[in-house]
């Protein structure tokens, strides 16, 4: 009688079979792919041909640095960041809050233990980061737009032609308050039924950029009533992946450009009678801009038809920010003089215009300007336009004389 054979699985050769060399570099390559981003979109992405992983990770700038204490500040909230081993009361505690305030605004516990980098809301402002609190500058982190308009505005007068202009020496700038220059990110709060997946393609960014922004766990749980803060764009990049992105969709073997249908494919055109030139009738007029809006009631009209996105408030942001689409006309808010056009440190163009009473309007974060220093122009004249990218608003600031004053006043 024979032995019976072993099972096939259990078999020396059928294993040492399967290490052959070829399988033995299918398994490296494999483990070489881990070390890549992940793209999990598999329409047509095979291999690393279309892979747009590293494109879209990269528009999104890291999160700034916060002081000692936790707090990163902005001019419309602030947030503490949690330590490694911290619960809600031992934040509430660094920061000076009281601990059951905290937790209720954030969902939470007094005693809830919060992962490192985990971001809490605050109810009400604290103490703004400083040198003394270990912050890289003093103050909140405002728009680049905002920086040294003051001194933007001041020269403005001093360069204006116009005789009696009161001005005021300024005091000289302290280093110790230099600012801190960066985007505002949107603060969302989460409702039932959503998801880290969900909340970023509702805003556009990479799950993993929301999850390092808001020290989310490998899991990516969130909570309902959790406050996140969806990563700021940065423009540069998004910029340059959406060149990327056109040059390969450009460059794909086998796809021509598509050209629009003639009107006439589907149907004729429509029967017309064309009229001799000479009887043809005078176009109207466009509307006189200037003229229509100097009627409203208001001393001021609106520079743009847009959303309020950020409101003035004194020392922190000197205007009020309005957004609109790309391109949208930034008109100028009253008859006056072009008193300056110059940019910001971060190279953002500013328009200056001079108006009676000692009174200035400044337009920065514009673009496509379309007037010259010394110009005149009128109320609603088309003056710059709405730039394009994340930063598609205007700063709109009123000033008399050196001090900015609510704009809002003025255009209601």
Same mark, same amino acid.
């Given at each position: ?50 892979? =747009? $992983? %590293?494109?879209? *990770? ?10 000692? /204490? @936790?707090?990163?500040? #902005? ?99 302290? =280093? $110790? %308050?230099?600012? *801190? ?10 409702? /039932? @039924?959503?998801?880290? #997946? ?215």
């Amino acid at each position: 009688m024979h032995a019976p054979r072993p099972p096939r699985a259990f078999r020396p050769g059928v294993l040492a079979g399967f290490w052959r060399p070829a399988a033995a570099l299918t398994g490296l390559a494999l483990v070489s792919a881990c070390a890549q981003p992940l793209d999990f979109d598999l329409r047509g992405n095979f291999g690393n041909a279309f892979n =747009t $992983a %590293s494109a879209a *990770q990269s528009t999104t700038a890291a999160r700034p640095r916060p002081d000692d /204490r @936790g707090i990163l500040s #902005y001019p419309n909230y602030q947030v503490a960041v949690a330590q490694r081993g911290d619960s809600v009361q031992d934040v509430a505690r660094r920061i000076g809050m009281d601990a059951q305030e905290l937790a209720s605004y954030n969902g939470l516990q007094p005693r809830d233990l919060l992962r490192k980098d985990e971001v809490l809301a605050l109810p009400r402002r604290v103490a703004e980061p400083s040198l003394a609190t270990g912050a890289v500058t003093s103050g909140p982190i405002q728009p680049a737009s905002t920086v040294d308009i003051a001194s933007i505005a001041g020269n403005a007068i001093d360069n204006a032609t116009p005789a009696g202009v009161e001005t005021t020496t300024l005091e000289p700038a302290k =280093t $110790a %308050s230099k600012t *801190q220059t960066g985007v505002e990110p949107t603060r969302h709060k989460v409702a /039932r @039924g959503e998801t880290a #997946y969900t909340i970023s393609r509702l805003y556009g960014v990479s799950v993993k950029a929301l999850a390092d922004w808001n020290g989310l766990g490998p899991d990516f749980t969130i909570r309902e009533g959790q406050f996140l803060l969806i990563p700021a764009a940065n423009p540069e990049a998004a910029s340059k992946a959406r060149a990327s992105a056109a040059a390969a969709a450009a460059t794909v073997p086998g796809q021509g450009t598509p050209t629009p249908t003639p009107p006439s494919a589907s149907k004729p055109l429509p029967a017309e009678k064309t009229a001799p030139a000479a009887q043809a009738q005078a176009k109207p007029k466009a509307p006189d801009l200037g003229k229509t809006q100097s009627k409203s009631s208001s001393k001021m009209g609106w520079p743009v038809n847009g959303s309020i996105i950020r409101e003035f408030s004194k020392g922190k942001n000197e205007g009020i920010d309005i957004s609109a689409p790309a391109g949208t006309a930034i008109t100028a808010a009253a008859n006056g003089t072009v008193a300056a056009i110059t940019s910001s440190a971060d190279k953002v163009p500013i328009v200056v215009v001079k108006h009676d009473n000692n009174l200035l309007t400044v337009y920065a974060n514009v673009s496509g300007i379309t007037v010259a220093k010394g110009d005149s122009v009128k109320r609603g004249q088309t003056i710059a336009k709405i730039r394009s990218g994340a930063s598609n608003y205007v700063h709109f600031e009123v000033r008399k004389g050196f001090n900015s004053i609510d704009p809002m006043p003025y255009l209601n």
